[in-house]
């Protein structure tokens, strides 16, 4: 298809299908590119153009494009591969305006990549990213049984995109909507109705620090957000709205939903059997570990729920055993001498 070109050239693919029925042929291990470095493939729209695999489930036509360096891919559709896009461990790689559904891995990147205007559906797996940066952008990522894995070894940015409806009949210990190893920072973005955590940030890496920002998270399950690594998280300006629990800490973690100095502007809706804080971490061996929750709107059954200022060390509302409950700490520690896992509003 574009073996032949040469560095800076744009191989332009008309409006029609590629496969193999017309004459194509397609990687067939990873390490057999069809897209020279620096080399740009334009179509005439995700609708228009589109490269069609085998639909096989052995994986023995392994990927539509594997690319040997640099690329620019635009503006044309993949389907029915076992990989659609794969990238090298070098270079620098822009994929814009590109449908891709039915394949085992839709997008696979090893080097520094931005992703814009982009829909993923109906794949096992929708972006697997490692070893350099990751851009997400304008993008929807919907209808896979897992969205978007990130590496320890990367830092992740999401802006303006949706990821919904993914995870459907997988275990929500198996599968995520996103899955954070390492600093990320999401957006205004959308994460909705995923039967799996929205997020979940792993224990294992290197992880760095996560903050969200004018986001919206929407019946995902069980878990808005899933923090299991020692990392801090920040959220400003975001909402969540009827999670069984909207925020799951589990491990040593930081989370910050407002301070004094910076009002979070955070919004909960909880639901008569939801919890909007779950504070599973273990107490901490000395000190504290406060969760700062200054400058959110609490709401049940379209009712505001005041919550007083000052030091938490018990559930709220205060007495409460089981949902619905703003917040619920696992192994309290002790306003009275500011230590342990506490809550300050």
């Known amino acids: 298809m574009a073996k032949l070109a040469a560095a800076g050239d744009t191989v332009l693919l008309k409006a029609g299908t590629y496969d193999i029925a017309n004459g194509e042929t397609f990687p ?11 080399v740009t493939i334009q179509g005439e729209g995700w609708d228009a153009t589109l490269l069609r695999g085998p639909d096989d489930a052995n994986c023995e036509t392994n990927s539509a494009l ?11 559709g ?3 591969f076992c990989n659609g896009i794969r990238s090298s461990t070098k270079g620098v790689v822009e994929i814009q305006a590109v449908k891709i559904r039915g394949t085992q891995t839709a997008v696979e990147l090893s080097t520094n990549a931005t992703l814009d205007l982009m829909d993923i559906s109906s794949s096992k797996t929708a972006i697997n990213s490692s070893h350099g940066p990751l851009t997400i952008i304008n993008s929807r990522v919907h209808e896979n049984r897992s969205g978007i894995h990130v590496d320890d070894s990367m830092p992740l940015v999401v802006t303006a995109s949706e990821i919904d409806h993914n995870c459907r009949g997988e275990s929500p210990d198996e599968s995520q909507a996103i899955l954070l190893k390492n600093e990320a920072t999401l957006t205004d973005v959308r994460v909705h109705d995923n039967e799996c955590p ?3 940030v792993s224990a294992g890496g290197l992880t760095g620090p996560i903050v969200i920002a004018k ?27 009827e999670h069984k629990q909207a925020i ?7 989370l910050d939903l407002g301070t004094p100095e910076e009002p979070g502007n955070n919004s909960f809706t909880v639901c008569d059997t939801c919890d909007a804080i779950f504070d599973a971490r273990p107490a901490p061996a000395q000190g504290s570990n406060p969760i700062t929750v200054k400058g959110i709107s609490w709401t049940r059954g379209g009712d505001a729920l005041p919550v007083p200022m000052g030091c938490f060390d018990t559930d709220y509302p205060k007495g409460s055993t089981s949902p619905p409950r703003l917040w619920h700490i ?9 230590t342990g896992n506490i809550i300050l509003n």
């Open 215 to 241: 986001s919206y998270f929407d019946e995902n399950k069980p878990a808005a957000i899933t923090v299991d690594a020692a990392v801090r998280t920040t959220i400003r300006e975001s909402h969540f709205f």
């Open 248 to 254: 799951r800490l589990n491990g040593e973690s930081n």
């Open 28 to 38: 067939r291990t990873p390490y057999d590119w069809n897209v020279p470095d620096d």
């Open 330 to 338: 696992e192994h309290p520690g002790r306003c009275a001498t500011a």
């Open 78 to 80: 993949v389907v029915a």
């Open 198 to 200: 929205g997020i979940r």
């Open 66 to 76: 594997v690319l040997q360096g640099s690329a620019r891919i635009r503006a044309l």
